[in-house]
């Protein structure tokens, strides 16, 4: 029987693995060794006794009684806090998704790969934050990282079989967002409220107000680069509101391979799952005469400067890539806090990636999990004194 975690359950992508997994069997084809979560602690003890896990942890450490009691009688050991989350993640598995959100996913997914495992990963901020660390550290033990963002699937689902060094450029798409029609003068009047809609689907508040700024773009921007090694030459962001191509990869002789499916995360999910075979999953085929037509636009970077200071956090490289995360991070609890506008965002990250380019050592990529953090920091406490001088 095959061993599985995850980690992040109780968010959408958790919640899309969930489906997946009970479909698929649950607790008659995996053996579940962890699951963790944040506070919904209801939830997750429900996921826990539906899959029979071996632990369930909460980030939270406040929630640990309430999860305990959510167990009781189960047999399912209850833990909390980042360090139960990075001891579950230890714990062997043969396949973990990190689905965890922001930076905290960083070190149970190092967990991951320092004993060797599989790690499916929806958490682009470890390879943003940490990308040659995460991809030596990949090396050295023989583990495996699967992409699960979509668009980080659709990539490696294209190059299957395919050099690299063929390759002109990828693509990435993106939706817009909630703002892609908004007019300039109107976006720095965007509230909380309206950047958390977004008219293609229905995800969690901090991804989709990303997708409004086109920040979580730019951290694929960047994953892609580390991912696949391209430089930022070869990376390309199409506007497509549709979200039906996912990236493209365009070869030196003019073609181009298309990633196509409906916006809906089980299939990158899924494919990660029975890697490297194919099976069946409830995702329903694209109706392309229902479609009728599919657009793309050039990003305008005066709607999204979030791409430029993603190729600039590329060509910086060093410790670039963890400021950027951290600097973004902070900016997007103070718009939802209401300490910033929606527009002051970008310039709060530009101001930390500014402030850190004058540190000794930025130039050198983080050698280890400390050296993260030390920058996590940094970035964190530059972005949220920018909107204090404000």
């Known amino acids: 029987m095959r061993s599985i975690s995850v980690l992040g359950a109780t968010g959408s992508v958790g919640e899309s693995a969930f489906d997946l997994l009970m479909r698929a069997g649950g607790p008659e084809r995996f053996r579940t060794i962890a699951l963790t979560g944040g506070g919904n602690v209801a939830r997750l003890a429900q996921m826990a006794r539906a ?26 050991e209850a833990a909390a806090g980042a360090d139960a989350v990075a001891e579950a993640a230890a714990c062997p598995a043969d396949w973990t998704l990190s689905a965890i959100v922001g930076a905290a996913g960083l070190p149970p ?7 060797g495992g599989t790690l499916a990963l929806a958490n682009k901020e470890t390879l943003v934050a940490a990308g040659p660390l995460v991809m030596a550290r990949a090396r050295e033990t023989g ?6 963002d979509s668009e980080h699937s659709a990539i490696f689902q294209a190059l299957q079989g395919e050099d690299l060094d063929s390759v002109e450029h990828v ?13 300039l003068e109107r976006l720095a009047q965007a509230t909380v409220a309206e950047a958390s809609r977004h008219p293609n689907w229905d995800m969690g508040q901090r991804i989709t107000i990303d997708s409004a700024s086109m920040f979580n773009k730019a951290l694929e921007v960047i994953e892609a680069h580390e991912f696949f090694g391209l430089g930022i030459d070869r990376l390309r962001v199409l506007v497509h509101p549709q979200s039906i191509i996912h990236a493209m990869v365009t070869h030196r002789d003019g073609g181009s391979i298309a990633h196509l499916g409906a916006p809906d995360m089980r299939h990158a999910i899924g494919y990660a799952l029975n890697w490297p075979a194919r099976a069946a999953l ?3 085929a694209l109706d392309l005469a229902a479609l009728g037509s599919l657009t793309f636009a050039e990003p305008d970077e005066a709607r999204w400067p979030a791409l430029r200071l ?8 060093g410790a670039a890539g963890a400021v950027l995360n951290a600097a973004k991070e902070q900016a997007l609890d103070d718009f939802i806090a209401g300490r910033i506008r929606f527009t002051d965002m970008a310039p709060a990250v530009e101001h930390a990636l500014e402030q850190a380019a004058r540190e000794p050592g930025f130039a050198r990529s983080p050698r280890d999990l400390g050296e993260v953090l030390h920058w996590d920091g940094f970035a964190r406490r530059a972005a949220a004194q920018w909107q204090g001088a404000a």
């Open 143 to 148: 583990a495996r990282i699967l992409p699960v």
């Open 282 to 284: 409830p995702v329903p």
């Open 109 to 115: 997914g190092l967990e991951v790969l320092k004993r």
């Open 171 to 183: 693509t990435i798409t993106a939706s817009g967002g909630a703002f892609r029609d908004w007019p």
């Open 51 to 76: 899959l029979r896990a071996g632990i369930a942890v909460t980030a939270w450490p406040e929630c640990l009684p309430a999860l305990r009691a959510a167990l009781a009688g189960s047999g399912i």
């Open 310 to 317: 993603a190729r600039e956090a590329i060509t910086a490289g």
